[in-house]
């Protein structure tokens, strides 16, 4: 019988290669540092964890819960915009809880999409901003993020124009654009001015923006970052995706948020209310401690990642490896080093597991403009980053750069 229609569309998932590669190291008994994949490795905050035991102990919370999110944790969301980013937000009309935010773009997708919709996307991009949308029966058109040898205002006008000719040359025209900054897998920051361009561009095209600020708690040498819903008017055509589990190291417990245009909260509250009945309510009281609790273990939090930062990017700088350091994010965006670049990003990242024991994420995984980079998560503490730097600066050294397969794919190290 044939593959499914929506199946055939989902290619294999490229980091799962490398996932088995990793899976056998380990087997062999390597001692793998693993920098693959953006899951926090540090508890939550304990007043949050006590606040869970605390809520579950009750016996009345353990019934399906309110899809659209407790109405306590969709008001710590609107305080949470109001301190943060002086947004207003009506919790009944304006936002609704999601089972992370990944499942909640998957269903916005699904609740706004029509077959053969064009969607607007990030290339790279964090991979459910593509696929919730192809799942959905959209055709997409990327809009490519990396590459640029730039400013930052080089870089609005290189994205307004890609936006530009993505609208007139795309039939139909575009439902919507989505956008990420902090941007994962590139790091990249973005400033209010470029929301209000945006905006202003959305609005006269008639076209929805979807934003993913699922990193705008994860700054280090930049103004903390801005949402699209600051930009007077946003609201008209934008929502935005937030999420607790990097600002909060909450990533199991599944809770994010969409906030802004009431058209699109709906729609998405619409598709919930039929495939969900919301998180389990002590995770809800819980997430509500969160956002309305004391902050400092953010800036806590904050700090360790910008740490780990600078030992992984002075490390691997001195190991020969010039990567810029980002500025927000919990990742490294990192170019192969030139001798290596030939081989493309899958088969560098296969290379370093194998020769240095170090496990890293193939650009190319996040989609085609990604390919020439790797991306390495600040997951692992500094004592294993400075052990993956050790590894790294061995291998390199050891590798003649004249003896280096020409073909892609003969990795003949
Ligand atoms: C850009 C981006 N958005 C959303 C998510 C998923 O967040 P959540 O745990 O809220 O589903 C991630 C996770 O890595 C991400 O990188």
Redesign the pocket.
Known sequence: MDEFHKIKRLPPYVFSEVNQLKASARQRGDDVVDFGM??PDQPPPQHVVDKMTEAVQKPGVHRYSNSRGIPGLRRALAGYYERRFGVELDPEREAIV????????ANLAQAITSPGDVLLVPNPS?P??AFGFIIAGAALRHLPMAGFDDSEGDFRREFMRQLERGVRHSVPKPLAVVV?FP??PTTRTVDLDFYEELVDFCRHHGIYAIS?I??SELYFDCPPPPSILQVPGAKDVAVE?S????TYSM?GW???FCAGNPKLVGALARVKSYVDYGAFTPIQVAATAALNGPQDCVDEMRARYRSRRDVLIRGLQQAGWEVPSPEASMFAWAPIPAAFRHLGSLDFSKLLLEKAQVAVSPGVGFGEYGEGYVRLGLVENEHRTRQAIRNIKAFLRKVDPEELPSERREVAL
């Open positions: 953006g899951n999601t089972l992370g935010s990944k499942e909640g773009l964090y459910i901003h990420n941007a994962n993913d699922a990193y995706f999420s607790l589990s990097k990533p599944r809770i994010g």
